[in-house]
């Protein structure tokens, strides 16, 4: 079992930045790949980044470059940091768990947090 719980959202203006963390309980966190995902209003819930066991990394092409996810195997956390906002970065932020390799696809990940709201202004 692992529980997720994200912090870090706010209010930024376009070409600002931010940091989300998402915190993960339970022993098993190193062997579980780490996804962020958002859904903006009257959208579908997108992939945003993964990150797998080995520190291997995926983007969506529309954060590719001002977005990096990390992960702190000491603290069993994981982090996104969030540079060059631009107001269709508005969203909440769900960060989730899957056991073994990561995946853009979020019908396979079986933990998430609550998420976090992130609005950039223009």
């Known amino acids: 079992q692992v529980q997720l719980v994200e912090s870090g959202g706010g209010l930024v203006q376009a070409g600002g930045s931010l940091r989300l963390s998402c915190a993960a309980s339970g022993r098993t966190f190193g062997s579980y790949a780490m996804g962020w995902f958002r859904q903006a209003p009257g959208k579908e819930r997108e992939f945003v980044t993964a990150?797998?066991?080995?520190?291997?990394?995926v983007y969506a092409d529309s954060v590719k470059g001002r977005f990096t996810i990390s992960r702190d195997y000491a603290k069993n956390t994981v982090s996104l940091q969030m540079n060059s906002l631009k107001p269709e970065d508005t969203a909440v932020y769900y960060c989730?768990?899957?056991?073994?390799?990561?995946?853009?696809?979020?019908?396979?990940?079986?933990?998430w947090g609550q998420g976090t709201q992130v609005t950039v202004s223009s």
């Open positions: 990150i797998g066991w080995s520190r291997a990394t």
């Open positions: 989730a768990a899957r056991p073994l390799g990561y995946s853009d696809d979020a019908t396979r990940y079986d933990y």
